[in-house]
């Protein structure tokens, strides 16, 4: 599996490490305490809301998942607030860039 | 350990010039052998080149268009943090004993690829340097129940004092509602809020002990050094409303010179963004957390450039891989006492801070004459 090429497809995929039992984010193929090889799982959608600010009419906000990873993505709709659970509605590769658009729960 | 010091220096005025980086590099080269009458081409043992261009070779291609045939030729590049980093590999050449004079010289240009940190996708598509700053001054402003009117007093600062530095890229004086009023990018953050990228370029000469006399009558000595890279990413930051790596790097530094913050006379400090400059002061331990802006506004109101006396990244200009230097340069002519009308009076003890990403990295430098 690769991280890249499932996001393209619309897969949120998480790198795990199962002997030192951690998540690896960035996703690698490489755990980054012990090198071992990770293996791929399906990563949970939900999160909380770390932090926002908003351009133009956009809201973007810097989401934390499985307590753990961390990304930023643009809000579809209503107003956030901080701490607010949150879920990955959509993601995606747009110019080489990650995509994700957040949705309010 | 050997003392290094800072034996000459030569610098560029900041612009928006559609100069070829060669040529901006050569620039402030020139620059420097004109204020060094006893330099001769033959004492270089080694050039390091500052820059996040594109452009390949660039020590070597320096070295030749300047005559200089050194024994150690590279290039250094973190972001923006590749000024510092670049005199603390010609300080360890030195301390190390493989070099006894480098030359290190930063230069970028206006649309340096710097600015984009690609391989960060963590931010998504939010990878321009107005995000992360965003997000810092949210969380700043939150935390610390400061207001953007209360923030806007650093570009105002800033700029005034840029407006005694003649090779600033600001050339003019703002109000706090020029500030507030600038263009709106985001919620939480203006144009006036942002330093810009330019073109310039800043080079400084590095020497022993002893050779550094034979250049100058007024060595200013690097005494402290402190690095720390806590990531790469920015979301990887534990809070967005300090700098971890600052904090760590400043503490580095002080235990090498044996001082600690309240020895230090003048500082410059990378004010990427306003709200930079509190978090810094804050993370460097100036003052508590949270109470930057006061010691801003302190500053300002009694017009004492303790400071970014220069007009810090915001009044100067942000060109890349010049910064780092030419922050250095600055706390070398407040030492020497050659600042003009920016001289802080007195300054035995300097402070540079330079970081890169979102404070990922940083680097702190004590100075002393």
């Given at each position: 599996?690769?991280?890249?090429?499932?996001?393209?497809?619309?897969?949120?995929?998480?790198?795990?490490?199962?002997?030192?039992?951690?998540?690896?984010?960035?996703?690698?193929?490489?755990?980054?305490?012990?090198?071992?090889?990770?293996?791929?799982?399906?990563?949970?959608?939900?999160?909380?809301?770390?932090?926002?600010?908003?351009?133009?009419?956009?809201?973007?906000?810097?989401?934390?998942?499985?307590?753990?990873?961390?990304?930023?993505?643009?809000?579809?709709?209503?107003?956030?607030?901080?701490?607010?659970?949150?879920?990955?509605?959509?993601?995606?590769?747009?110019?080489?860039?990650y995509n994700f658009e957040i949705s309010l729960m | 350990m050997p003392k290094v010091g800072i034996a000459s220096y030569g610098i560029t005025k900041f612009s928006k010039d559609d100069s070829k980086i060669e040529s901006v590099l050569l620039q402030s080269t020139k620059k420097l052998f004109d204020n060094s009458p006893n330099l001769s081409r033959n004492d270089i043992d080694a050039v390091i080149v500052s820059t996040n261009n594109n452009s390949k070779y660039l020590s070597a291609i320096l070295s030749e268009m300047s005559g200089i045939e050194p024994k150690i030729a590279h290039s250094v590049e973190s972001l923006c943090n590749s000024g510092t980093n670049a005199i603390v590999s010609a300080y360890s050449y030195i301390s190390a004993g493989l070099a006894d004079v480098v030359l290190v010289c930063g230069a970028e240009r206006y649309d340096s690829p710097g600015q984009i940190l690609e391989w960060d996708n963590s931010r998504g598509e939010f990878k321009h340097p107005i995000f992360w700053a965003s997000i810092f001054t949210k969380s700043y402003k939150r935390e610390f129940s400061v207001t953007d009117e209360e923030l806007a007093i650093v570009p105002v600062k800033n700029h005034k004092q840029s407006q005694n530095n003649p090779n600033a890229l600001s050339e003019k004086i703002y109000s706090l509602d020029d500030v507030i009023n600038s263009k709106k990018l985001t919620d939480d953050l203006r144009l006036h809020d942002c330093s810009r990228p330019c073109t310039g370029g800043a080079s400084i000469l590095l020497a022993s002990e002893n050779t550094c006399k034979k250049f100058t009558d007024n060595p200013i000595w690097i005494t402290?050094?402190?690095?720390?890279?806590?990531?790469?990413?920015?979301?990887?930051?534990?809070?967005?409303?300090?700098?971890?790596?600052?904090?760590?790097?400043?503490?580095?530094?002080?235990?090498?010179?044996?001082?600690?913050?309240?020895?230090?006379?003048?500082?410059?400090?990378?004010?990427?963004?306003?709200?930079?400059?509190?978090?810094?002061?804050?993370?460097?331990?100036?003052?508590?957390?949270?109470?930057?802006?006061?010691?801003?506004?302190?500053?300002?109101?009694?017009?004492?450039?303790?400071?970014?006396?220069?007009?810090?990244l915001i009044g100067t200009g942000h060109p890349i891989g010049a910064t780092g230097i030419a922050?250095?340069?600055?706390?070398?002519?407040?030492?020497?006492?050659?600042?003009?009308?920016?001289?802080?009076k007195n300054a035995k003890i300097g402070l540079v801070h330079n970081m890169s990403a979102a404070a990922t990295s940083s680097t702190v430098l004590v100075l002393e004459r």
């Open positions: 599996m690769n991280f890249d090429s499932e996001l393209e497809k619309g897969n949120f995929i998480i790198a795990e490490c199962i002997h030192c039992k951690k998540i690896v984010w960035p996703p690698s193929e490489f755990c980054n305490k012990c090198f071992r090889e990770v293996s791929w799982r399906k990563g949970s959608h939900e999160g909380k809301i770390i932090e926002f600010s908003r351009q133009n009419d956009a809201y973007f906000c810097l989401v934390e998942i499985e307590n753990n990873i961390r990304i930023m993505g643009k809000i579809s709709k209503g107003i956030p607030i901080t701490g607010q659970q949150v879920k990955i509605e959509k993601c995606g590769v747009k110019d080489k860039s | 402290g050094i402190g690095q720390k890279t806590t990531s790469a990413g920015f979301t990887k930051n534990i809070t967005f409303s300090s700098m971890e790596s600052t904090q760590i790097a400043a503490t580095s530094a002080f235990q090498m010179s044996k001082r600690n913050v309240t020895d230090v006379d003048v500082a410059e400090v990378h004010d990427a963004f306003s709200v930079c400059e509190p978090m810094a002061l804050e993370s460097l331990g100036f003052t508590d957390k949270g109470k930057g802006m006061d010691m801003i506004r302190e500053l300002h109101t009694t017009d004492n450039f303790k400071i970014n006396p220069r007009g810090g922050q250095t340069i600055e706390i070398t002519q407040q030492l020497q006492s050659s600042a003009n009308k920016r001289q802080v």
